[in-house]
């Protein structure tokens, strides 16, 4: 049996965590063990869920993507993040960075990139 990466998406748009989901799970590696809608819900899921990524979008309601990267890598340090969001901005980039994010993908990205970057990610 091969193991799975497991993975949490945190994004406030319902559309693309269940595309995204969709996409993740048609992989025999990658197991999708939870959804947040927040960075609060995020972390609340990180701390019972313990996932080996967290895919992080920057902009949300509540606490956003970068206070909660700040957090779980805080908190839970062996646990990576990768960066999904629409901003190309380098400011955006170098801040996630700062924060302990373990890399950074675009939105418009190909699913084979999503896929690679989590794969690479959980490499180290």
Known sequence: MVD????????DHTIVRSGIRLLLEAEADIKVV????N?????ELVESLQPD????DISMPEVDGLEATREIKTRFPKINVLVLTMHRSDDY??????????GYI?????????INAIRVVQQG
Do not use: H, P, W
């Not at 799975?4 to 994004?11: F, P, R, W, Y």
């Not at 939870?34 to 809608?37: D, I, K, S, T, V």
């Not at 675009?106 to 999503?114: D, N, V, W």
């Open 39 to 43: 960075g609060r819900e995020a972390l």
């Open 34 to 37: 939870g959804e947040a809608l």
């Open 4 to 11: 799975q990466i497991s993975v949490l998406i945190a994004d």
């Open 106 to 114: 675009l939105k418009g990205a190909k699913t084979s990139e999503l």
């Open 53 to 56: 990524i967290v895919l992080m």
């Open 93 to 102: 980039f170098f801040e996630m960075l700062k924060a302990g994010a373990s």
